[in-house]
């Protein structure tokens, strides 16, 4: 919207006032004129026409001054409203463009507000998928360790010490159920017995978790070590480590338990034992690079 006043009504008020200077001026000069018409003067007379024809021409002075100070006042007033107009087309666009900017800034909210809640919806639905299947498994493993369980209170002279699957079923079942020693005594029948099978490591570290089991930590760590030693490719060999790492904790031999738990950090795998081993040093506060040793430094021999 336009700020620049009419110019007709700024030229009407500059008219005004020059029609009221030039009345006075008329009526000043008509005085003039009257007393100047012929009639018997004398000196005042004269005198008094002289200084009211002086005051005249001072006045016409003024009225020149003031019309110079009237155009001068109404060119810096049209050069002001110009500004003014200026000013406000700028402001005017300037508001159009924040307005541009914050419409589009809120649009980009919106999107980046649907796709966030989008990503959230699908994560909870895959994490509530995930949390079923986890229960289903435990459930199947629980069903298994029942079933496994069941059939040893049942049948408890139908093993065929011959057959490694019952063997090593009947073992591992009377370790679930907290027989430590018959658990002990029929993984090592069963690593004489088939000391070449797939299984064979798995019963020498569940050797180590009955031992361990019962708080016998020195001979669970011999154990162990003898899975470390002897099945060097095991799948239980991360396992051994760890516990083994945990039975020396337990026993207050802290290097040594640094030490396994330092190899298993190292691993470059994800594995669950590699993971436990750094989530364990970091509790001890101990990093999982050795420190390396500073050099010694010499000091320069005195010269006698």
Request: proline share 8%; hydrophobic share 60%.
């Given at each position: 919207m336009s700020v620049i006043p009419d110019l007709a009504a700024v030229e009407g008020r500059r008219d005004m006032n020059t029609r009221t200077l030039g009345f006075w001026l008329?009526?000043?000069l008509i005085s003039v004129g009257a007393?100047?018409?012929?009639?018997?003067?004398g000196k005042k007379e004269i005198e008094a026409i002289e200084k009211l024809q002086a005051e005249v021409i001072v006045l016409q002075r003024h009225i020149r001054d003031l019309q110079t100070s009237v155009d001068r006042s109404n060119g810096?007033?049209?050069?002001?409203?110009?500004?003014i107009n200026d000013t406000v087309a700028v402001l005017n666009h300037t508001l159009g463009t924040v307005q541009q900017s914050l419409s589009d800034t809120q649009a980009k909210v919106t999107g980046n507000f649907n796709t966030v809640n989008?990503?959230?919806l699908a994560l909870e639905t895959n994490l509530r998928s995930a949390t079923e299947k986890i229960a289903q498994v435990s459930d199947q493993i629980a069903g298994l360790r029942e079933t496994i369980a069941e059939w040893q209170r049942q049948s408890p002279t139908r093993i065929d010490p011959t057959d490694p699957v019952q063997l090593f079923s009947a073992a591992y079942g009377d370790y679930l159920r907290g027989h430590y020693e018959l658990a002990i005594a029929q993984f090592q029948q069963f690593i004489e017995r088939f000391p070449s099978l797939e299984t064979t490591d798995d019963a020498q570290y569940w050797i180590g978790e009955c031992h361990y089991g019962q708080g016998r930590y020195d001979q669970a760590i011999i154990e162990f070590d003898r899975l470390i030693g002897s099945f060097p490719q095991s799948n239980k060999l991360a396992a051994a480590r760890l516990k083994k790492a945990l039975a020396l904790l337990e026993l207050k031999r802290e290097a040594e338990a640094i030490a396994e738990l330092r190899?298993?950090?190292k691993g470059g795998t994800n594995q669950p034992e590699t993971l436990a081993a750094r989530q364990r040093l970091e509790q001890m506060g101990v990093p999982v690079e050795e420190p390396q040793a500073r050099p010694r430094q010499t000091r320069p021999r005195r010269r006698p």
């Open positions: 008329a009526l000043a007393v100047a018409s012929p009639s018997p003067v810096q007033l049209l050069a002001l409203i110009s500004q989008s990503q959230f190899i298993l950090a």
